[in-house]
């Protein structure tokens, strides 16, 4: 038998599957322990009533024979495609629904779409969300890291003239929740233009953005239809992260639309769509009071992120992110790896975090704290981990 041997480069378990095998564990063997989670990035908030009535209708369809539907147009029904079409035409983004691929959730698309370029050489910032690199390692392709930190506030900017075929761009980025500018973004698309590159796009974070002179899609940037693939989810902003939905913009300005028709092609054979029920929801979420509804939920997590920045702002606690984005990027206490920090945690104050290190080399030392909790939790679980990382710097 030959197997794929790339898989024998991947960690052992993905990061996430990792800490909640840890955390089990630990909650086995401590069963009586509060345990608060500001580990990964998965939303509380339950679906909305605009969501759940569409989900509802929908449902109904499904139980008549004259409004039964089988298999749908795998690009999306038009319904939800107009409706995405409408959300990008408010930011003055000008898409055609042809452009537009309805799928299960951007973490999908991230990675099957790799399979449009064959072996190819890659560009990842280091910290990077690791579903991004582990993908990469599965196809063989050649990785190289574009390092974050202080020194340029968690935003790589292109160096050189290093051709790369593909580049991922996460922002808001999971996992420092750092933004970047018009400008910014402006010198990545023009530095992918001038070397042939095609940028990948993760917006997943988008509705996050509350400084309206941030860019909250690649499509603002001029010159970015002829570079760049968007992909972007209800998970987070509609509290899909278990319903399953999402896109991906394909613009007719890329490869001279051979990307959007290769992508069609393998999204026939290989996908069979978002079932109804679930784009109906969708297209719930983007009507104006489904906007509404999530537009409090987003709030709900900025409340939680604002708790947290005072917490560690009161106790001198280095952070990023936060702001524009539902992550805090904090620094470990000197001298502490990331997973050292959290076994403290997670033993001496019951709450668990992602280290930093799970992101890449770049992240060791960080800890990313999650927004997507409970308020209440939430404001135990930051109290106590300010008062064991006070206590453990104190003492060391
Ligand atoms: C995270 O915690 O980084 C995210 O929840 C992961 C994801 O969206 O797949």
């Given at each position: ?9 991947l ?9 909640a ?9 401590h ?48 319904f939800?495609?107009?409706?995405i ?13 042809d452009?537009?691929?309805v ?12 399979e449009?370029?064959?072996r190819?050489r890659?560009l ?36 050189g ?10 922002s ?5 929740g ?5 400008e ?22 988008e ?28 998970s ?13 913009v ?7 639309g ?18 109804y ?13 489904g906007e ?8 709900y ?5 604002r ?7 009161a106790?001198?606690i ?14 470990c ?6 997973w ?7 033993e ?12 890449g ?6 800890f990313?704290l ?12 930051i ?14």
């Amino acid at each position: 038998m030959r197997l794929n041997e790339n898989y024998a480069r991947l960690n052992e378990s993905y990061l996430f599957s990792n800490i909640a095998a840890r955390v089990r564990a630990y909650k086995e063997a401590h069963p009586k322990e509060d345990v608060v989670s500001l580990g990964i990035g998965d939303v509380t908030r339950p679906l909305t009533p605009a969501v759940i009535c569409e989900m509802q209708a929908a449902a109904h369809d499904m139980a008549a024979e004259e409004t039964f539907r089988g298999y749908g147009p795998e690009q999306g029904y038009s319904f939800l495609r107009e409706g995405i079409v409408r959300h990008y035409a408010k930011k003055g983004v000008l898409l055609k629904e042809d452009e537009i691929f309805v799928g299960d959730g951007a973490k999908s698309d991230l990675g099957n779409m790799t399979e449009l370029f064959g072996r190819s050489r890659v560009l990842l910032p280091d910290p990077v969300y690791p579903a991004y690199r582990d993908v990469n390692v599965m196809a063989g392709n050649r990785i190289a890291f574009a390092a974050g930190g202080k020194r340029n506030a968690f935003k790589p900017m292109p160096q050189g003239e290093r051709r790369y075929d593909i580049i991922y761009i996460c922002s808001p980025n999971n996992p420092t929740g750092a933004v970047y500018t018009r400008e910014e973004l402006k010198a990545w698309v023009d530095y992918a233009r001038a070397t042939g590159a095609v940028i990948f796009f993760d917006a997943a974070y988008e509705a996050f953005v509350k400084n309206g002179d941030l860019p909250t899609s690649i499509y603002e940037i001029e010159g970015a239809r002829e570079c760049a693939v968007e992909f972007c989810s209800f998970s987070k902003s509609a509290g899909f992260t278990g319903v399953r939905c999402g896109w991906t913009v394909l613009p007719f300005e890329l490869a001279g639309g051979e990307l959007n028709r290769m992508w069609l092609r393998r999204q026939t054979t290989k996908f069979n769509g978002v079932s109804y029920v679930v784009q109906r929801a969708a297209a719930g979420a983007l009507g104006k009071q489904g906007e509404y509804e999530n537009r409090k939920n987003v709030e709900y997590y900025m409340t939680n992120a604002r708790v947290m920045h005072e917490a560690l702002t009161a106790a001198r606690i280095w952070h990023t992110g936060g702001v524009d984005s539902p992550y805090i990027w904090m620094q470990c206490p000197r001298g502490m790896t990331s997973w050292e920090y959290f076994d403290l945690l997670l033993e001496k104050a019951g709450v668990v975090g992602t280290p930093g290190v799970g992101f890449g080399r770049h992240g060791e030392g960080y800890f990313r704290l999650t927004a997507f909790g409970n308020a209440q939790k939430t404001a135990r679980a930051i109290t106590r981990l300010v008062e064991v990382t006070e206590e453990f710097s104190s003492r060391n």
